[in-house]
């Protein structure tokens, strides 16, 4: 069975960092492209970042661009976004999706919250 | 970026209905276009890709049609369990961009 997971959100100050990661299961990881969406309470989908499967190439939403990165690391089948410079505007559910071809979303992961508050 | 306009926002439909919602994206989008629903408290999940390719387990009583900028998807004889929130997205360039979803609710 299909399973990525979510973890390491929480509370974080404006300006602060964290690390999200996303463990796979039940499928070839490092064969499969990944992708970071998140959704604001309330709100709609919107898509973050994404990395093939190697690592070598990243694409990055304009609102993340220079304070986000994506990563990922095939032997521990983990994908990973570091945020930095954290706005209260980046409060939201990050989900962890798998890519099933070139940019195609398929399975979710059920999302991390992070809260960026004073 | 391509927007993606979807309608009506919200709508109000029966047990049995059959129910309609479009997408329309600013620029010819192909059929890279997928529909994904979203329940309370969950994340979404795939039902259509290449805008009329049921995923897999995914009831028949959905489909999907269109190609270019004009998309559609049909839920046939809506059910209980389909009360939900659906979000068209294209994946034709990057960045990838959603609708704004449409709730389904009962009526």
């Known amino acids: 069975e299909v399973q990525v997971v979510e973890s390491g959100g929480g509370l974080v100050q404006p300006g602060g960092s964290l690390r999200l990661s996303c463990a796979a299961s039940g499928f070839t990881f490092s064969s499969y492209w990944m992708h970071w969406v998140r959704q604001a309470p309330g709100k709609g989908l919107v898509w973050v970042s994404r990395i093939n499967n190697d690592g070598t190439d990243t694409r990055y939403a304009d609102s993340v661009r220079g304070r986000f990165t994506i990563s990922r690391d095939n032997a521990k089948n983990t994908l990973y976004l570091q945020m930095s410079s954290l706005r209260v505007e980046d409060t939201a559910l990050y989900y962890c999706v798998r890519d099933a071809a070139p940019s195609r979303l398929d399975y979710w992961g059920q999302g991390d919250l992070v809260t960026v508050s004073s | 970026d391509v927007q993606m306009t979807q309608s009506p926002s919200s709508l109000s439909a029966s047990v049995g209905d059959r129910v309609t919602i479009t997408c329309r994206a600013s620029?010819?989008?192909?059929?890279?276009l997928a529909w994904f629903q979203q329940k309370p408290g969950k994340a979404p999940k795939s039902l259509i890709y290449?805008?009329?390719s049921l995923q897999g387990g995914v009831p028949s009583r959905f489909s999907g049609s269109g190609s270019g900028t004009d998309f559609t998807l049909t839920i046939n004889s809506l059910q209980p369990e389909d009360f939900a929130t659906y979000y068209c997205q294209q994946y034709t360039t990057y960045p990838l961009t959603f609708g704004g979803g449409t709730k389904v609710e009962i009526k």
């Open positions: 290449s805008a009329s």
């Open positions: 620029q010819d989008i192909s059929y890279h």
